[in-house]
């Protein structure tokens, strides 16, 4: 394991940080298990959300006997200060702490949002008010718009940045990593496997790891889980493998979505899904989980064809700020469905 100092914060993260948004799928036996194994390899950075069902709940179940050993990073998505403050002191009664190290202003994807959060009665007034309190040590953002979050940094009022970095979405690369790198502020990547389509899961996790990142945080559930991370990141990864991860990203990420779900699909197609999980699909296959995905999704894929309002004009496509060709790509999507005994 890696250990780097994350920013401003001073605190030496680990390379490898605990996504604890799956956690609540799992017997809770299971998860203390897991966490507290976590802990005792060294992981030093646990990643939840209120907003991820009873995920802070169960990690003051399983862990807040040993507050010490881990950098706790959690999320409000209120945007209002009333919410906000209610919704943060929440989570430190379900994380059974009195002090979180990281809150996050969580899933800001549009002005408008950032607009509201940064407002005199927004929820970055409440983190604030905490922080000044002794409640918060450090206030960060997370959102799936590395062109938005570059210019939302510039007043340095945040201390750390939650992004992409996986070997399907290498967007943060291009502006967002070098400009915290300048303001000497906390990176920490989110989606390593993209939401479990992409694999093999030692590469997808090497890739983050040899990138300019301090924490890659990868959703666990089980020891055997945390194990196989583990290996993935205890090697340095050197020049000639940084490379070819590097080259791998660049055609894995040719879809160019970045997650950012402003696209909406009148028979609820997955839109970001399908952009992402197509380029790997046609490089690797997918895991059980992106095959599982396809499985579910296969009416409403198929539809796409033959959906008379969007035959003339997409409905989806305008939506999208970088002009991505959404139909044509959940179109060819349906190949899959023609793969031997899936037909
Ligand atoms: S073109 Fe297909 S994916 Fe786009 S909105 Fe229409 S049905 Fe949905
Ligand atoms: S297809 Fe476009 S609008 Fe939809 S999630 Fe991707 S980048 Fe965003």
């Known amino acids: 394991m890696r250990y780097t100092t994350f920013g401003k914060t001073g605190y030496k993260v680990s390379s490898l940080g605990f996504g604890a948004m799956n956690l609540p799928s799992v017997p809770l036996e299971q998860a203390r298990e897991t966490l507290n194994y976590a802990l005792d390899q060294g992981i030093n950075y646990i990643d939840t959300a209120a907003g991820y069902r009873n995920s802070e709940e169960i990690i003051g179940e399983c862990i807040s006997h040993r507050r010490a050993d ?4 959690t999320k409000t998505a209120k945007r209002d200060y009333k919410s ?4 943060m002191q929440r989570s430190m009664e379900r994380m059974k702490t009195d002090v979180i190290d990281l809150l996050q202003i969580h899933y800001v994807n549009r002005p408008q949002e950032f607009k509201d959060a940064m407002a005199e009665d927004g929820a970055y007034q409440a983190a604030l008010e905490l922080k000044r309190k002794g409640h918060i040590r450090f206030i960060g953002i997370t959102g799936h718009r590395p062109d938005l979050l570059v210019k939302w940094i510039q007043k340095e009022q945040f201390d750390q940045v939650l992004f992409h970095l996986s070997l399907a979405q290498p967007f943060a690369l291009d502006e967002l990593i070098p400009e915290l790198t300048r303001l000497d502020m906390g990176k920490t990547a989110m989606k390593p496997l993209s939401g479990g389509f992409i694999q093999p899961v030692d590469k997808a996790l090497r890739y983050p790891f040899s990138q300019n990142v301090h924490v890659t945080i990868s959703g666990m559930v089980s020891v055997d889980e945390v194990k196989e991370n583990i290996a993935a990141m ?5 020049d000639e493998e940084r490379a070819e991860l590097e080259q791998l990203a660049s055609e894995l990420g040719e879809h160019n979505c ?3 779900n402003y696209c909406q699909c009148p028979v609820g197609i997955a839109i970001p899904d399908i952009m992402i999980s197509s380029q790997v699909r046609k490089t690797f296959g997918l895991l059980p989980k992106g095959d599982g995905f396809y499985q579910k999704n296969k009416e409403k894929i198929l539809s796409c064809a033959d959906h008379e309002p969007c035959k003339e004009k997409p409905l989806c496509e305008p939506l999208c700020p970088y002009d991505l060709p959404m139909r044509e790509v959940v179109m060819a999507a349906s190949d899959y469905y023609k793969v031997g005994d899936r037909l």
């Open 70 to 73: 881990y950098f706790l990073a």
């Open 84 to 87: 906000a403050m209610e919704e």
């Open 258 to 260: 970045r997650r950012c």
């Open 234 to 238: 205890r090697t340095a990864v050197g």
